[in-house]
């Protein structure tokens, strides 16, 4: 069971060329605009050296150029599957300079629309993967179920992808009515629709044999190549920045991290990152339930929002876990309306380092679910 | 002997009945293949909780038709750097390999185009002509994943041609006969007497059950890897090879390789349906029996045999490719040798 199946690069003294192949960037599994250049050997992937920089826009640049509120709505363009995620590091490291206190409200209505935007991220993650499998159903099943967190979330902020909806101290507009009945609602289908994934998908014996034993990502290589989120936690290192760093409320939640203990396989492989996705899923439902029972009803939302953000000189790097891994900004000001310099540190970039390192010995069919399984976005990983 | 082919009994034997019993399977595979493209939306559509195309016509019927009209008019590319000459000759071949093994299928006690005496080697026999055409299209496309897809195919098809084959000749064993047309008499009288329940004797056949059972099966699972469908799809695995063999090609001659496995498809279904599922026989013995009839359950068995294949494909993820061949080598092949054998014990026993 434990066996892995890494095939011999020097098996042969036969004389037979390599091939190199380019996936994409226009192929249909590269998630995006990767391009990677791969050297096969038959069917066994020998080398891969990853090509970046379709998508970039000079996002970091460009932040230098605009007022800080200004900046929201492009943070959203790096991590378009998880937008929310994004916008609150940013945010926090503005209030941490101006010393804004958050309302309580505030923070909870975070907590909700980031665990909200989680469990979206995690649905394409594991739908898209399913679908690198060749299973094509789960895919639609969960963009069915997503639709409806998307619908809350539009109802919050008027965007269903790109939402700006953070401010500094606050957030661009208060709940709506019936957001508590629509967000157990979501949470109730969520869970209906994993329990029918794990038997449609995840226990499917054809998917297993595909992905147990398959990119083995042992713990020591994790930690080196600095990856975090789901990819480091499926290898069975235990971090997760809400339980070890704890920010904004959510020391006050009851919930575990899931690790990847290696059911039908050893830990660390394909199959065990996609099941901490799963597994995190419940989690994120559980915080939802607590954090919408805890929420305050009243409080003031979009009040503490201050009119001229001027940040005293200075630098701040703070880090949250986005549902890709860690994601950080490091901000650096010098006393105006404009950042000196802004430096993003985007999970899918770091963790999308790993991929030379474990696809190389598996079959070229496996490399493209290695790659599905980290779970990256161009938009972030370009910038 | 009767006739086996109703337009000689009509027309006599003379050109134009030559022609009529040639292109009446072609009609019927044009109809078919515009039934089974709808069916393959909408049986999709169904199982993943969506509405399927629903502007073409009512409940979108006609969009089979429009996507036919939509292929003939796309620019026909042929890369420059192609072997021209196989690059154009490939979907034909794969076609005609398809179209071909509509000679010999009996779909009803009136009417086989051709009833031949080694209908089932036939099929065997020309099934492989589409392995021959994907390596024409993958080699002549000058692309490196059509290549890789047509190399795949090769593999793939001499994996699952033997565990069929086996499967088949067990058949062979029980009726001595590979005519078509006569295997699916022999089922006649209800579907206690179709072989994937041991075919027709006394009560001892209960003991061949097990082994027919398994073997329908796997000839089904053979099938599914000889039509390049999932979970055998690796050919042309989308998320891996693009579209594998068919990555350079466009307009018609897409069309036909399109065409092609869906004609594929009911080949096979009709394989199935013939050898174990009674072919033209009603399954309550005389009871809506006869000519037309018999077209009528041929066509319904094959049809829910090719709803099957759907089924799967919209269901179960994608095997790697040393899985497949380990799958057919290691597991069909063995098991499908142990049944062949227990059947032709059983058939020197008189058991069946």
């Known amino acids: 069971m434990t066996e892995i199946k890494r095939y011999d690069l020097e098996y042969s003294q036969l004389d037979s060329d390599r091939m190199r192949i380019n996936v994409g960037p226009q192929h249909p599994s590269t998630h995006g605009v990767l391009r990677l250049e791969v050297e096969v050997d038959g069917e066994i992937v020998t080398e891969v050296v990853p090509h970046l920089g379709y998508l970039h826009r000079s996002f970091e640049k460009h932040c230098e150029k605009m007022t800080f509120p200004q900046i929201i709505p492009y943070i959203d363009r790096m991590d378009y599957i998880s937008a929310m995620n994004n916008e609150w590091p940013y945010v926090m490291a503005l209030e941490k300079m101006l010393d804004v206190k958050v309302p309580e409200k505030v923070e909870f209505i975070r907590v909700i629309v980031a665990e909200l935007n989680r469990l979206a991220n995690h649905q394409i993650a594991v739908a898209t993967f399913g679908m690198d499998a060749g299973a094509f159903t789960p895919f639609l099943y969960y963009f069915r179920d997503r639709e409806s967190i998307i619908w809350i979330l539009e109802r919050l902020s008027g965007a269903r992808l790109l939402y700006n909806y953070f401010r500094v101290g606050g957030m661009a507009a208060d709940i709506y009515p019936g957001f508590k009945e629509d967000c157990l609602e979501v949470v109730k289908k969520v869970r209906k629709t994993n329990e029918e994934i794990m038997d449609l998908l995840i226990h499917n014996n054809i998917f297993i044999k595909r992905t147990a034993n398959v990119g083995v990502l042992t713990p020591e290589v994790a930690i080196n190549f600095a990856c975090s989120g789901p990819v480091l936690r499926g290898s069975g290192v235990k971090f997760d920045l809400r339980k070890d760093e704890p920010y904004s409320v959510y020391d006050r939640f009851d919930f575990d991290v899931p690790v990847g203990v290696g059911e039908v396989g050893v830990v660390g492989d394909c199959w065990n990152r996609n099941m901490v996705r799963m597994k995190e899923m419940e989690q994120s439902c559980r915080i939802i339930e607590q954090a919408l029972e805890m929420m305050p009803e009243e409080g003031d939302v979009t009040g503490g929002v201050p009119r001229r953000i001027k940040p005293p000189k200075g630098e701040m790097y703070i880090r949250t876990e986005n549902p890709k891994g860690e994601l950080g900004f490091y901000l650096v000001t010098n006393g105006t309306d404009k950042p000196e310099r802004l430096k993003a540190r985007g999970p899918s970039f770091v963790n999308l380092s790993v991929i030379p390192e474990i696809s190389k010995g598996y079959m070229f069919a496996d490399l493209i679910l290695i790659l599905g399984s980290i779970d990256i976005v161009l938009g972030e990983v370009d910038r | ?352």
């Open chain 2, 1 to 352: 002997m009767e006739s086996t082919n109703f337009i000689w009994d009509l027309m006599g034997k003379n050109l134009w009945s030559v022609v009529a019993v040639i292109s009446l399977p072609l009609i019927f595979v044009l109809i078919y293949a515009l039934v089974a493209i709808l069916a393959e939306l909408k049986v999709s559509a169904w199982i993943q909780e969506r509405l399927g195309p629903m502007r073409t016509g009512p409940w979108g019927i006609l969009q089979p038709i429009a996507e036919v009209i939509k292929l003939l008019q796309k620019e026909d590319i042929t890369p420059t750097a192609a072997s021209k000459i196989l690059f154009n000759l490939a979907p034909y071949v794969i076609f005609t390999g398809a179209y071909a093994a509509f000679a010999v299928i009996p779909f009803s006690e009136a009417y086989a185009p051709a009833n031949i005496n080694v209908g089932l080697f036939y099929i065997f026999a020309v099934g492989s002509f589409s392995a021959i055409g994907i390596v024409m299209g993958g080699w002549a496309s000058n692309n490196k994943y059509s290549l890789m897809g047509a190399m795949r195919s090769v593999s793939q098809v001499i994996s699952y041609e033997i565990p069929a084959a086996v499967a088949v000749l067990a058949v062979v064993v029980l009726t001595s006969s590979m005519n078509m047309m006569e295997i699916s008499r022999m089922q006649e009288g209800g579907f206690w007497n179709w072989y994937i329940f041991g075919g027709p004797g006394g009560w001892t056949k209960i003991f061949m059950i097990p082994f027919t059972l398994t073997l329908a099966i796997i000839y089904f699972i053979a099938s599914l890897a000889e039509t390049n469908r999932l979970p055998f799809d690796i050919p042309e695995g989308e998320s891996e090879l693009v579209a594998g063999f068919h990555t350079e090609y466009s307009g018609m001659k897409f069309a036909m390789f399109f065409f092609a496995e869906y004609a594929n498809m009911f080949v096979v279904a009709a394989v199935v349906t013939t050898i174990f599922l009674g072919g033209w026989t009603s399954p309550f013995g005389s009871f809506l029996a006869g000519a037309g009839w018999g077209a009528f359950w041929f066509i319904l068995k094959s049809m829910f045999v090719v709803f099957l294949q759907i089924w799967i494909r919209w269901t179960l993820p994608r095997f790697r490719v040393d899985q497949l061949m380990y799958i057919g080598w290691k597991v069909l092949l063995p098991i499908s040798l142990v049944c062949f054998i227990a059947i032709s014990f059983f058939s020197l026993l008189n058991l069946g």
